[in-house]
């Protein structure tokens, strides 16, 4: 029996930060080692396009986002890790699906609604200001991305299940007009994946200006760890562990002896400085030797570059069969 395929994209913007680490990436990377399923990830570089036209940083963005991964002990023997512009039969079918997908659908996503509610808010003459047929269509080349490998399960934020239903869809109408060709996705939401909090004590997000890149070199994690705000209750007071930032950060980084020994300490009262200092030392330990990676892995990039070619030869060997199924099932053909 052929293995399930899990698939997940990885949008390239920005550099990864510890929350990213704990509530999307080790997660996926323990997940990738589940020999009954077959994962496929990938950098959403063309996705990246969308919010990004700077070449350098997109170009960045994907080497830092790849190296990341690799660092982390991603097993790419295994999971079939690749770029998702290297493999030239998405945009292919994307076209196809795009002639699949009717536009009242697109209309409805949350995305573009935003986009458009924010024109109106602004009370900008054109609702569509700004937004490009990318953003626009930006669910389409996502059901492309998974179609195109028959993904069954789909690991994702709350944020994407729109996208998720959206995919569905667009099989779903292709497979009554084309027949059973595509595989209609499902999402997968963790439920149970630690959400980090940020320097402000909000979910770390980019968007709230609060994280914390994962490979900052040691002194300046230190740093930014001694910036999360407390409050003033002094070093002796009994603190209540569920509702302190520090705390869940600990959570997710320690082993469930450390966090019940943890939970004591506070119940008899811990000072902020030594409880930052312990978090310090806690996630370093689990970021030493991933750094040390990282750093090399950045300063040899035609080794990265091998490494997302060789996830490409392996993702084609799916993805070229495939595209010429679906040709052949629309019409578009050698003739004769
Ligand atoms: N849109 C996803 C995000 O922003 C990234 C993504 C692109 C993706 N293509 C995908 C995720 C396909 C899952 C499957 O997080």
Redesign the pocket.
């Known amino acids: 029996m052929s293995k399930q395929i899990v698939?997940?994209?990885?949008?390239t913007t920005g550099t990864p930060h510890l929350g990213n680490y704990v509530g999307a990436i080790r997660p996926a990377i323990e997940a990738s080692r589940d020999r009954d399923v077959q994962s496929f990830y990938?950098l959403?570089d063309y996705?990246s396009l969308i919010k990004c036209q700077d070449p350098e940083r997109v170009n960045q963005s994907s080497m830092e986002v790849a190296a990341t991964w690799l660092a982390l002990g991603l097993d790419t023997d295994n999971a079939i890790f690749y770029r998702?512009s290297d493999i030239h039969e998405i945009p292919e079918l994307t076209w196809i699906l795009t002639c699949m997908t009717a536009k009242g659908l697109m209309n409805r996503a949350h995305a573009y609604k935003a986009a458009v509610a924010d024109n109106e808010a602004a009370e900008t003459r054109d609702p569509d200001q700004g937004v490009t047929m990318g953003l626009f269509c930006?669910p389409i080349?996502?059901?492309a991305?998974?179609l195109m490998f028959k993904?069954a399960k789909?690991?994702?934020?709350r944020?994407?299940i729109q996208?998720?239903e959206m995919?569905r869809d667009i099989a779903l109408r292709f497979n009554h007009h084309y027949g059973d060709l595509l595989v209609p996705?499902e999402a997968v939401v963790d439920e149970d994946t630690a959400v980090l909090t940020g320097l402000d004590g909000r979910k770390m997000s980019k968007s709230y200006n609060n994280t914390i890149p994962l490979f900052l070199p040691e002194k300046q994690l230190r740093k930014l760890i001694m910036k999360i705000k407390t409050d003033t209750s002094p070093p002796e007071a009994p603190k209540d562990p569920e509702t302190s930032s520090l705390f869940s950060m600990y959570k997710a980084f320690a082993d469930a002896d450390a966090i019940a020994a943890m939970r004591q300490r506070y119940a008899q009262g811990i000072g902020w400085g030594e409880m930052k200092q312990i978090l310090f030392e806690t996630i370093n330990a689990e970021l030493t030797e991933p750094r040390r990676r990282y750093e090399a892995l950045i300063a040899d990039p035609a080794y990265v570059e091998a490494t997302l070619k060789k996830g490409a030869r392996r993702a084609r060997e799916y993805s070229t069969p495939f595209l010429e199924e679906i040709r052949r099932a629309t019409g578009i053909c050698p003739l004769g």
Do not use: E, R, W
């Open positions: 698939l997940t994209g990885i949008t990938f959403a996705h998702q930006y080349l996502m059901a991305d998974i993904a789909v690991p994702v934020g944020d994407q996208h998720l995919a996705p």
